[in-house]
Structure formats: structure tokens, C-alpha cells
């Protein structure tokens, strides 16, 4: 593996989080994906922040778990 500097996105989206490594040159070095729930009872559809929260807390242990934390330049959020 490379040391290489590599850039981190994260996108919480509307039904999961997602958690990309990309190369400088554009390839995947590594993704995460942990959808979280959304309640859907009554006249309301409500998703809790907290969700969010541990679910890029998740990504980002993983991430330092395989090592690849000291080669993200920038993140995107």
C-alpha cells in the first residue's frame, strides 16, 4: 500500500451514511456505507441526529482501524 495523500468524503444522506477514501487520481481506496433508520409512524417522517453522529463515528474508526487516517489530505462533508 501506498502513503500516498488521499481524500476522505462523506455524505449523510437521506438513508445512510457514506464514507469514500479517493486517490489523487481519482481511485477508491476505501468505502463505508451504514444506512440508519427513519421513522416513519404518523403524519411525520423523522430521522434522529444521532444516527448520523454514530454512524460517521463508525466510519471513521474504521478508517484509522485499517490504517489509512494519516493519508487523507482534506475531507468532504
Do not use: S
Not at 438513508?15 to 433508520?37: D, M, N, Q, S
Not at 423523522?46 to 484509522?64: G, K, R, S, T, Y
Not at 487516517?69 to 462533508?77: D, L, P, Y
Amino acid at each position: 500500500m501506498t502513503d500516498a495523500p488521499a481524500i476522505l468524503g462523506i455524505d449523510i444522506g437521506t438513508t445512510a451514511v457514506k464514507a469514500v477514501i479517493y486517490g489523487l487520481v481519482g481511485e477508491e481506496i476505501y468505502r463505508f456505507v451504514r444506512p440508519y433508520p427513519t421513522n416513519r409512524a404518523g403524519p411525520k417522517i423523522e430521522q434522529d441526529p444521532a444516527d448520523w453522529i454514530a454512524c460517521v463515528d463508525d466510519a471513521l474508526a474504521e478508517i484509522a482501524d485499517a490504517d489509512l487516517a494519516a493519508r487523507i489530505a482534506t475531507v468532504g462533508v
